[in-house]
């Protein structure tokens, strides 16, 4: 089995010299790398964070404007007759944003870039709520009914956008599915070993990946995994609207418990996070230019604003307007970043085994023994650090578990676009499951399989790179919605608001009211 993982392993071997080079263009190129201060920036980088700050600007910094409004839409009770509550739909977002690279990436962000990453995770996500807010609301504008369901998202929105061509449906529909299926394994690996790595814990002692116990694992995974997803959107995302509190709050309640015992240590992190950011002779070397690059790229795969593949869960909410689940988009970015991710930094940062003189040693370990390593250094007494490394390794398992359930279900969502046929729909759907039980199985195996992994950067950045000029496209239409939203008037939202004829559902239900 090893001979023909490492093959596959080799056979991929060029995804990670690509991914970085789309990443890093055009600063993989010395002429652009000595222009003072701009060379720093990769084109990823100035069109993430230029179209949020160009979309905050348009309007009116809805992020800061709209915030108190968000949290009355998704608290306030309301009888949903299609689709799923505003909630439901932020928790179903929710389950997707929060990830394992809320630790691992942070962690890894900040051994490669150093705290500063933080201060520029927190700037991309403050311009990323915008760009969310304009996902967010388009998916509404152009979602379709499918049964007591809402469908809709990139590949239903770009498809309008870009007139109404079928071809441009279906290829923005087989991107996300490429995407989630690049995903994938890495989330089903996360799943079982941090589960494995909890029963080494309870046991005190270690347990063989090649065991019985990492197969029954496994396979148990896979077929809860089936059971969810093939329940359909509804049902996962009353899974998820028990999951996803839990696992926020575990998270949180277990990182304020860290921080309390080093409370001495917060400004530390504070001095370290700015003085990283800011130090004068990073704005003219690559230091800056690594600092920034880790801070938005770790913060775009977290938040995923400007990505496009949170699209479907802002969609399948019943909305009173289009705007309001572009708020509640903006929001997930928010709790995703400033708040999970900035956790993470205080474990990280403040354990200082970033900065030490073994932090090559630190650097060299695994993506997950990164982050418990860190908590092992904050937590007095081996019985309270095997507690506190059990409960965030629990955290770190549900995060990965609601990425694997909610990759699949916006898959199922993005077929839709293609056909709505069942065939086509549990397709996809078994296709993703053998493709998670890949990434199981690796972990069976032994493997990582490292190039494999590089294949959600490059999907991300795949993506971004069709899905922003989408935005763009769109933008006449989000200004016009959100100026009739701000009216309050009473007027109910229809095509002709923003200048069109196609929006189906919101022309049918006004004249229903």
Not at 110 to 136: D, L, R
Not at 214 to 237: C, E, P
Request: glycine fraction near 10%; proline fraction near 3%; aromatic fraction near 12%.
């Amino acid at each position: 089995m090893q001979a023909i993982f490492k093959a596959i392993n080799d056979l991929f071997s060029f995804i990670i010299p690509l991914s970085d080079f789309l990443w890093d263009f055009p600063t993989n190129f010395e002429w652009y790398r000595n222009i003072p201060i701009l060379g720093n920036f990769s084109f990823a980088i100035i069109l993430l964070v230029g179209s949020g700050i160009i979309f905050s600007f348009r309007l009116g910094f809805v992020q800061v404007t709209y915030f108190k409004k968000g949290i009355n839409i998704m608290t306030e009770k309301r009888t949903i007759k299609t689709g799923i509550s505003p909630l439901a739909s932020f928790f179903l977002s929710t389950a997707m944003r929060v990830g394992p690279g809320n630790i691992i990436g942070v962690t890894g962000a900040i051994a490669t870039g150093g705290p500063g990453a933080i201060f520029w995770m927190w700037i991309s996500a403050f311009f990323g709520m915008a760009t969310a807010y304009m996902e967010g609301t388009l998916s509404q504008i152009f979602k379709e009914e499918k049964g007591n369901e809402f469908i809709g998202g990139l590949p239903f929105y770009g498809r309008m956008l870009l007139g109404n061509k079928v071809g441009v449906g279906i290829f923005l529909s087989l991107l996300y599915i490429f995407y989630a299926l690049c995903c994938l394994p890495a989330q089903g690996f996360n799943v079982v070993s941090s589960i494995g790595r909890m029963a080494e814990i309870a046991a005190s002692r270690t347990i063989e990946s090649n065991s019985t116990f990492y197969y029954i694992t496994g396979v148990l995974v896979v077929i809860i995994t089936a059971i969810i997803v093939f329940g359909g959107i509804k049902k996962v995302s009353r899974i998820t609207d028990r999951m996803v509190p839990v696992m926020a709050v575990l998270y949180v309640v277990v990182v304020l418990i860290l921080i309390i015992i080093n409370i001495a240590q917060v400004p530390y992190f504070i001095k370290s996070v700015f003085s990283g950011a800011f130090k004068p002779e990073a704005f003219f070397g690559g230091v800056f230019g690594t600092v920034l690059a880790q801070g938005v790229k770790r913060g775009l795969m977290s938040n995923e604003a400007g990505q496009g593949t949170i699209t479907m869960s802002a969609a399948t909410a019943e909305t009173k307007h289009p705007c309001e689940q572009g708020i509640i988009s903006s929001i997930g970015v928010f709790l995703d970043t400033i708040v999970i991710c900035t956790l993470t930094g205080f474990v990280v940062i403040m354990a200082h085994c970033w900065s030490t003189d073994q932090k090559e040693a630190w650097a060299a370990l695994d993506k997950l023994p990164k982050f418990t390593e860190s908590v092992a250094r904050l937590t007095p007494g081996t019985a309270f650090n095997a507690i506190m490394t059990f409960l965030v390794t629990l955290c770190f398992c549900l995060f990965a578990f609601t990425c694997l359930l909610g990759m699949i279900s916006f898959s199922e969502i993005a077929a839709n676009r293609i056909s709505k046929n069942a065939a086509l729909i549990n397709t996809v759907r078994i296709v993703s499951l053998l493709v998670a039980g890949f990434g199981i199985l690796c972990n069976i195996a032994g493997l990582e399989l490292g190039n494999l992994w590089a294949f959600s950067d490059l999907g991300n950045i795949l993506i971004v790179y069709f899905n922003v000029p989408i935005i763009y496209i769109g933008a006449k239409c989000v200004i016009s919605a959100d100026r009739h939203y701000k009216k309050n008037d009473g007027t109910p939202f229809t095509s002709k608001i923003i200048g069109r004829n196609d929006c189906k559902y919101w022309d049918t239900r006004a004249l229903n009211s």
